[in-house]
């Protein structure tokens, strides 16, 4: 199972091929730097996600999804689309809807985060024996 | 500011996300992780306000944004159980893929703004294929994480039953409707940018969503919700590459590699292969005939008096914990019977099974949220040789992950399922609210055993039953 999920990422990685090689000239496009992030970041997560301790899944949980509200970047930019483009309105409508759900998403899930951290206490003292 | 200045700023913000989620490798090192995680975000949220230059009307609609969005998310992360924490994730995950989906939405009809003309020069010509292919996937797979998300939150706050729900020819429906998207899509990248084949795409991939989320079972919902907390990560570096945005990419490359360990560690605890899961059809549905009818076996039945009899008695106590604890709430008087234990000189661990719950470490927030010392707590690999040492253990609100047919009976379906070894034990104290069988539809072979108790009721009820019992 591991090696087909190996091999089925190798394809993929070389898929993005044939959308790259349409651009030409012999610099190097920025998309390709951009995969090249993308790639070295999968391998980051790889490793710094597996060093996470299972007690502490659910908050991995909840904080993944906070970070990932970092979507708010592209909601902010639709917002901020000026208003001579054709077709903005739109574009501002739906930067609002989302930048409204990304915000919903980066206060509750960095607090519930929080919250659940300040939880795990270890134990205090050594446990007096009774008698 | 510069474009060059933003983007060290994004990778900035980028780096720090990486070390919030290095600080999970230790409850000591957690908070100050999460503190990491936010500077970073701040740091991107303020980058783009200073490359964005807003005007005073956008301003309005930002500050507004932020605030109403803030203030719901706030006020629910105060506010919310810990109990309700599977639903919550499953909520949130919805908002990302549908604010994927949005973004994706605002930049095919902005495009000149976001920088992905084909020929600024020359608009008419539209969107580049690069970027229609980028974006073509981040709203994809948004879609599909915002209905997938939808469903697992109602199965999981019981709106919706947890029975799998299985269309005939769902296989052959689904790989249609996938293969149809491909063409699509491939359609949508040829035509430079068509808005109504952009909104096909998002159609189809709400309607996949759904799809592929009914058919699966209430308490597979831990594979699913990190599965769906993948595919949110994938969908927001797909709209990270659309824009060109190096804190979405790095963000997205760490939240799709993060679900999709959890999910390998979900699929491994319950010995059951991803594809397996996704495909559906499991659990939930009224057993065969291992379960329920027929002759009654016999079982040792006892009381709570029985139980803290033996338990106080006992030199280690080993507690298992399961979803029913969770459903019953009983996690309080849990740690009220352990302090008593404690202070009556027994040593009381926890054993945690990886899928014990709805999500994975559903059992040790709940735990910590009761005040249970997190080094008390321990996981399977690390307890499972312990049984055989210890005195008495106590099974609340857990049972297939416990049960030996995963270990002995190669017809069992949880067969090679790694289980906690509780038989071992002295005595068995075994809570359940009836002797019905459990997900998996099977009965377990652990209640018949010679030392085994089964003290039946709700497991809160029973929990503080214990607690009065042991003042004696």
Known sequence: ?131 | MSANVAALFYLAAGVLFILALRGLSSPATSRRGNLFGMVGMTIAILTTLGLAAPTATSWILILLGLGIGGFIGAKTAREIPMTMMPELIAAFHSLVGLAAVFVAASALYAPSAFGILADPANPALGIKGGSLFEMALGVAIGAITFTGSVIAFAKLSGRMSGKPILLPMRHAINAALGLLLVFVIYSFIQSAGSAWLFWLIVFLSLLIGVLIIIPIGGADMPVVISMLNSYSGWAAAGIGFTLGNIALIITGALVGSSGAILSYIMCKGMNRQFLSVIAGGFGGETAGAAAGGGEQKPVKLGSAEDAAYVLKNAAKVIIVPGYGMAVAQAQHALREMADALKKAGVEVKYAIHPVAGRMPGHMNVLLAEANVPYDEVFELEDINSEFSQADAVYVIGANDVVNPAAEEDKTSPIYGMPVLQVWKAGTVFFNKRSLASGYAGIDNPVFYRDNTVMVLGDAKKMTEEIVKALAH
């Open chain 1, 1 to 131: 199972m591991a090696r087909a999920v190996l091999l089925a990422l190798t394809a993929a990685m070389f898929m993005p091929t044939a959308a790259f090689a349409a651009e030409g000239g012999g610099h190097v496009s920025p998309s390709v730097y951009e995969f090249m992030v993308f790639v070295i970041a999968v391998f980051v997560g790889y490793y710094v996600v597996w060093s996470v301790t299972p007690a502490l899944h659910t908050p991995l949980m909840s904080v993944t999804n906070a970070i990932s509200s970092v979507i708010v970047v592209g909601a902010l930019l639709a917002v901020g689309v000026s208003l001579t483009a054709s077709d903005s309105a739109v574009a501002k409508i739906f930067g609002f809807l989302a930048l409204t759900m990304a915000s919903v998403n980066i206060f509750g899930g960095f607090l519930v985060t929080n919250r659940m951290l300040s939880m795990y206490k270890k134990k205090d003292a050594p446990v007096k024996k009774d008698g």
